[in-house]
């Protein structure tokens, strides 16, 4: 099935969804409808978002929420977090975001679809061309910062620098910096 019919599809099921569906994402697997995120994961974003926001300059705005689109592959993410200038989001539009004007995206992984934000994302969120890409794992404890997106050794898209670290350290994404210390593991 092509995307526009995909999409059409999804912005119907969105019309009837029930209320803990927040949204849909689209992949080459179909159309995904995605629940309210638990409490601890919310946190994270909110105080991600905090941090960011008095680090934020030329007029960049951090914000939880948001869909990303690119049409040419096929795809529409609801990213935790993005970083996007507000000029673009103060667009008089109901279209997503096109993902050639976000400084940043933020996944923050969930106990139960990990695999989506490792390897789907990580293929996908260079492939639009996004600069950065920090992946939160409260399961582990874990930040990955993903920068330099271009073709990889074997000419496809992928971010081509990584740097990891664990709840507790400073971390460097592109200009700004994170206290990962404000971060919280799963409860058990």
């Known amino acids: 099935m092509d995307y526009a019919r995909m999409r059409a599809i999804a912005e119907e099921l969105m019309k009837h969804a029930p209320d803990p569906i927040r949204g849909v994402e ?3 697997d179909g159309i995904i409808m995605m629940m309210s995120p638990s409490r601890p994961h919310e946190l994270i974003a909110m105080r991600l978002r905090r941090q960011l926001d ?3 300059d030329n007029g960049l705005v951090a914000h939880s929420g948001g869909e990303i689109e690119d049409v040419s592959l096929g ?3 609801r990213p935790d977090l993005i970083v996007v200038p507000e000029e673009v989001f103060a667009e008089e539009t109901m279209a997503p975001f096109d993902p050639h004007d976000l400084a940043m995206v933020s996944e923050i992984v969930s106990p139960s679809n990990h695999s989506t934000d490792y390897t789907d994302k990580m293929d996908e969120y260079p492939a639009m061309g996004i600069p ?3 992946l939160i794992d409260p399961r582990k404890g874990t930040v990955a910062v993903m920068s330099d997106p271009g073709p990889g050794s074997d000419g496809q898209p992928c971010y081509r620098a990584r740097h990891d ?8 994404v ?5 206290d990962s210390s404000e971060f919280r593991t799963y409860p058990s």
């Not at 592109?174 to 994170?178: F, K, L, V």
């Open 26 to 28: 689209i992949t080459h």
């Open 174 to 178: 592109g200009p700004w910096t994170i």
């Open 132 to 134: 950065l890409y920090l």
């Open 54 to 56: 008095p680090q934020l």
């Open 165 to 172: 670290y664990v709840f507790g350290d400073k971390v460097t």
């Open 75 to 77: 795809k529409l993410r």
